[in-house]
């Protein structure tokens, strides 16, 4: 993975997305939305504890015998007559696909939403190779106009207004086009269908391996995955080596858990279960099927007590709509393929590197995303590791490391706590006002300029103690 | 990379031996509470047409065959449709709907099929394998006389079924799946299909047939009374 943002730092992309009044109020009313659609449907289906415990259990059991059950899964699709490519590293990846298209010959492709191609970049791999690779599903039709990056796992042009979408279209069909959602959705169906049929190559992602049949559960509620991987004469379906389920039973579970977490549907509009290329005497589906599995950076969270569980994730979003920090900044501040709580543990997992590495910091650790994750994946327990690996690696900037032994030192021996204050109590008043504190420069301001900061009290706890004592046994 | 290193890159961490068997599961599938539901022809039924109403599908019952093609005869006269595909004539059809097809001179899917004349197809008129009470989806598979394209291209799906297709759970059509596997005799594709195709991508504004049918009806012959 790399960063689209080139060398900012978190801080100053939540900076420049804050400063965005439109940005900020369409993330929040889209995640409400996702949010409050969710409570409702789960709260009808009822028993939903439950359900994420059971989401759990099946998740954690398959990542534990992961080995066996990709396995089983590829054995099945290649008896289906399914290709099968294993990629250690996105590169890997590339030039599986690569060696693909160069067999086909392929000049034009169409994709579905997948969060794994984003990953390894497979749009700008194929552009590089003088493809037509053109996004189906509209909202990464959108961004993909726009030449941005998605910023929300399942809507990916949450930050695009109607006004934006529809001069992105004009510009790309030469039409005259309203702003209406009607005329802009039949604009895109019309322009998206020609490049079905005009395609060599449909790419999909995979929500769901499922290892006892060999089969691929796609969903879409446009459809669009449906007519990738149906009308173009080869179907590659891209994965992250984790998303593997034992049996068609538990995809019942999932089912259940991913429409409802992800955008508060009760079922989501179309599942595709694909097993394998069309059959002899069919004349529809693709000829050929190639499915490349993709580790990248995944098996090194095997075994790891504090990560293995990162792996049971569905990708669903669920965390994204609850994070306290995400609502704020939206996707494109974490700078990272996957945003919010997810994005902020995953990425320098994924990554192994200094890069991402200060997006564990942008949390508030209020534990939101475990709440709502279907799975139950401890992502605030995780962020915190995160950093403590950090540090116990030294990789944490110098003034930081300063000001945490400083703490020590300070907090380490009560009398020297307690000079501390008095000093302190003396030396605020340049920055003190009307009984809080406001720091314009300094390390200080970064907290005086957004939040309130009292001033020390005139006598602290400890001295007012000897004389609350008093006035209690007085009274008693 | 090869596979049995891509495998053993997994095993090892997770202190397994490549080919060893999984450990024994506790769990499978749903919970019970959901699995060991009442159920009745009448409670799938209404159920079906709850959820199915619900996603802006559709229905309406027939208590004769007859009728049912009556209706679908009525259906397609009311949409005005010029150029209507359906699946063959040896399509595994729920309800024998032949003479209507004929009638409207439906272009038919067939193993031969050139995949490109059903490009502009307005209406598709198919069958299904069940139908899910519990979410209101028809389920089909896909055959040589069973296209995909019948039913994905056009803005407009005829789903013709028995009330007696109707299962109660999405985990039951998913068993008959496993199972079809195992008898050797899977389809390739196995679509799930719940309501129009939908987006809400242009700023929160839900709007149908974006890339599926705008409209799926179906017409179900009630064989359970």
Same mark, same amino acid.
């Given at each position: 993975?790399?960063?689209?943002h080139?060398?900012?730092?978190?801080?100053?992309?939540?900076?420049?997305?804050?400063?965005d009044?439109?940005?900020?109020q369409?993330?929040?009313?889209?995640?409400?939305?996702?949010?409050?659609?969710?409570?409702?449907?789960?709260?009808?289906?009822?028993?939903?504890?439950?359900?994420?415990?059971?989401?759990?259990?099946?998740?954690?059991?398959?990542?534990?015998?992961?080995?066996?059950y990709?396995?089983?899964?590829?054995?099945?699709?290649?008896?289906?007559?399914?290709?099968?490519?294993?990629?250690?590293?996105?590169?890997?990846?590339i030039?599986a696909?690569?060696?693909?298209?160069?067999a086909?010959n392929?000049?034009?492709?169409v994709?579905?939403?997948?969060m794994?191609?984003?990953?390894?970049?497979?749009?700008?791999?194929?552009?590089?190779?003088?493809?037509?690779v053109?996004?189906?599903?509209?909202?990464?039709?959108?961004v993909?106009?726009?030449?941005e990056t998605?910023s929300?796992?399942i809507?990916?042009?949450i930050?695009k207004?109607?006004e934006?979408?529809?001069?992105l279209?004009?510009?790309?069909?030469g039409?005259?086009l309203?702003?209406?959602?009607?005329?802009?959705?039949?604009?895109?169906?019309?322009?998206?269908?020609?490049?079905?049929?005009?395609?060599?190559?449909?790419?999909?992602?995979c929500?769901?391996?499922?290892?006892?049949?060999?089969?691929?559960?796609?969903?879409?509620?446009?459809?669009?995955?449906?007519?990738?991987?149906?009308?173009?004469?080869?179907?590659?379906v891209?994965?992250?080596?984790?998303?593997i389920?034992?049996?068609?039973?538990?995809?019942?579970?999932?089912?259940?858990?991913?429409?409802?977490?992800?955008?508060?549907?009760?079922?989501?509009?179309?599942?595709?279960?694909i097993t394998?290329?069309?059959?002899q005497?069919?004349?529809d589906?693709a000829?050929?099927?190639?499915?490349?599995?993709?580790?990248?950076?995944?098996?090194?969270?095997?075994g790891?007590?504090?990560?293995?569980?990162?792996?049971?994730?569905?990708?669903?979003?669920?965390c994204?709509?609850?994070?306290?920090?995400y609502?704020?900044?939206?996707?494109?501040?974490?700078?990272s393929?996957?945003?919010?709580?997810?994005?902020?543990?995953?990425s320098?997992?994924?990554?192994?590197?200094?890069?991402?590495?200060?997006l564990?910091y942008?949390?508030?650790?209020?534990?939101?995303?475990y709440e709502?994750?279907?799975?139950?994946?401890?992502?605030?327990?995780m962020?915190?590791?995160?950093r403590?690996?950090f540090?116990?690696?030294?990789?944490v900037?110098?003034?930081?490391?300063?000001?945490f032994?400083?703490?020590?030192?300070?907090?380490?021996?009560?009398?020297?706590?307690?000079?501390?204050i008095?000093?302190?109590?003396?030396?605020?008043?340049?920055?003190?006002h009307?009984?809080?504190?406001?720091?314009?420069i300094?390390?200080?301001?970064?907290?005086?300029?957004?939040?309130?900061?009292?001033?020390?009290?005139?006598?602290?706890?400890?001295?007012?103690?000897?004389?609350?004592?008093r006035?209690?046994?007085?009274?008693? | 990379?090869?596979?049995?290193?891509?495998?053993?890159?997994? @095993?090892?961490p997770l $202190?397994?031996?490549?080919? +060893?068997? %999984?450990?024994?599961?506790?769990v499978?599938? /749903?919970?019970?509470? *959901?699995?060991?539901?009442?159920?009745?022809?009448?409670?799938?039924?209404?159920?079906?047409?709850?959820r199915?109403?619900?996603?802006?599908?559709e229905i309406?019952?027939?208590?004769?065959?007859?009728?049912?093609?009556?209706?679908?005869?009525?259906?397609?006269?009311?949409?005005? @449709?010029?150029?209507? $595909?359906?699946?063959?004539k +040896?399509? %595994?059809?729920?309800?024998?709907v032949?003479? /209507?097809l004929?009638? *409207?001179?439906?272009?038919?899917?067939?193993?031969?099929?050139?995949r490109?004349?059903?490009?502009?197809?307005?209406?598709?008129?198919?069958?299904?394998?069940?139908?899910?009470?519990d979410?209101?989806?028809?389920?089909?598979?896909?055959?040589?006389?069973?296209?995909?394209?019948v039913?994905?291209?056009?803005?407009?799906?005829?789903?013709?079924l028995?009330?007696?297709?109707?299962?109660?759970?999405?985990?039951?059509?998913?068993?008959?799946?496993?199972?079809?596997h195992?008898r050797?005799?899977v389809a390739?594709?196995?679509?799930?299909?719940?309501?129009?195709?939908r987006?809400?991508?242009?700023?929160?504004?839900?709007?149908?047939?974006?890339h599926?049918p705008?409209?799926?009806?179906?017409?179900?012959?009630?064989?359970?009374?």
């Amino acid at each position: 993975m790399s960063t689209t943002h080139g060398s900012t730092n978190v801080h100053d992309r939540a900076q420049h997305a804050l400063a965005d009044d439109f940005l900020r109020q369409a993330v929040h009313f889209t995640t409400d939305r996702l949010r409050y659609k969710k409570q409702a449907v789960t709260g009808e289906f009822g028993n939903w504890e439950a359900w994420r415990e059971r989401g759990r259990q099946i998740r954690q059991h398959t990542i534990a015998n992961l080995d066996y059950y990709l396995d089983l899964f590829t054995r099945n699709l290649e008896a289906h007559g399914a290709h099968v490519h294993f990629a250690a590293t996105a590169d890997d990846a590339i030039h599986a696909l690569r060696e693909i298209a160069t067999a086909q010959n392929a000049k034009r492709i169409v994709k579905s939403k997948s969060m794994v191609t984003e990953e390894i970049h497979v749009n700008h791999h194929l552009e590089e190779m003088g493809i037509h690779v053109v996004e189906t599903d509209l909202g990464e039709y959108i961004v993909q106009l726009s030449g941005e990056t998605p910023s929300h796992i399942i809507i990916p042009a949450i930050h695009k207004n109607r006004e934006q979408i529809r001069d992105l279209f004009e510009a790309a069909g030469g039409e005259r086009l309203t702003t209406e959602t009607r005329d802009l959705a039949a604009f895109a169906r019309r322009t998206l269908r020609r490049a079905y049929l005009a395609a060599d190559i449909g790419i999909t992602g995979c929500n769901f391996g499922i290892a006892e049949t060999g089969s691929i559960a796609l969903f879409t509620n446009e459809g669009n995955a449906d007519l990738v991987m149906n009308m173009p004469k080869t179907h590659i379906v891209f994965m992250g080596m984790e998303r593997i389920l034992p049996t068609m039973e538990d995809l019942e579970v999932f089912a259940h858990l991913l429409p409802k977490s992800a955008t508060g549907q009760n079922v989501i509009t179309y599942m595709s279960v694909i097993t394998g290329p069309r059959r002899q005497h069919e004349a529809d589906g693709a000829r050929d099927m190639h499915v490349i599995i993709l580790d990248n950076g995944r098996s090194r969270q095997l075994g790891d007590p504090d990560f293995q569980a990162v792996l049971h994730c569905i990708r669903c979003g669920a965390c994204l709509n609850v994070c306290p920090v995400y609502r704020q900044i939206g996707g494109h501040a974490y700078g990272s393929v996957y945003p919010g709580p997810i994005g902020a543990v995953l990425s320098p997992l994924l990554n192994n590197g200094e890069q991402y590495q200060d997006l564990p910091y942008a949390s508030s650790l209020c534990g939101a995303c475990y709440e709502a994750c279907p799975v139950k994946i401890p992502l605030h327990d995780m962020l915190v590791r995160e950093r403590q690996r950090f540090v116990a690696s030294g990789r944490v900037k110098p003034a930081e490391r300063a000001a945490f032994q400083a703490f020590r030192q300070l907090f380490g021996k009560a009398g020297r706590y307690q000079t501390t204050i008095r000093i302190a109590r003396r030396l605020q008043f340049p920055i003190a006002h009307d009984g809080y504190i406001r720091a314009k420069i300094g390390p200080l301001a970064g907290w005086t300029m957004s939040r309130d900061f009292p001033v020390l009290p005139k006598r602290t706890f400890r001295e007012l103690w000897p004389e609350l004592t008093r006035k209690g046994n007085g009274r008693g | 990379m090869d596979k049995a290193t891509f495998l053993e890159r997994i @095993a090892k961490p997770l $202190g397994r031996m490549p080919g +060893e068997p %999984p450990s024994p599961r506790t769990v499978v599938g /749903v919970p019970s509470f *959901w699995a060991d539901r009442p159920s009745t022809p009448a409670s799938r039924t209404a159920s079906f047409i709850e959820r199915f109403t619900g996603l802006a599908g559709e229905i309406v019952q027939y208590a004769s065959i007859e009728e049912l093609r009556i209706g679908l005869n009525h259906v397609l006269k009311d949409i005005g @449709a010029t150029k209507i $595909g359906a699946w063959g004539k +040896e399509a %595994p059809w729920s309800v024998d709907v032949e003479e /209507v097809l004929e009638r *409207w001179q439906a272009l038919r899917w067939h193993a031969q099929t050139e995949r490109r004349a059903f490009d502009d197809i307005e209406v598709g008129v198919t069958s299904c394998v069940c139908a899910i009470a519990d979410t209101g989806t028809i389920v089909i598979a896909s055959g040589p006389e069973a296209g995909r394209t019948v039913h994905q291209v056009p803005l407009i799906h005829i789903i013709i079924l028995r009330a007696s297709q109707l299962v109660q759970s999405l985990g039951e059509a998913l068993r008959e799946l496993a199972q079809a596997h195992e008898r050797g005799d899977v389809a390739a594709s196995n679509h799930f299909i719940s309501g129009a195709s939908r987006s809400s991508d242009i700023e929160n504004d839900q709007t149908i047939g974006v890339h599926g049918p705008a409209r799926v009806i179906a017409l179900m012959l009630q064989d359970m009374t």
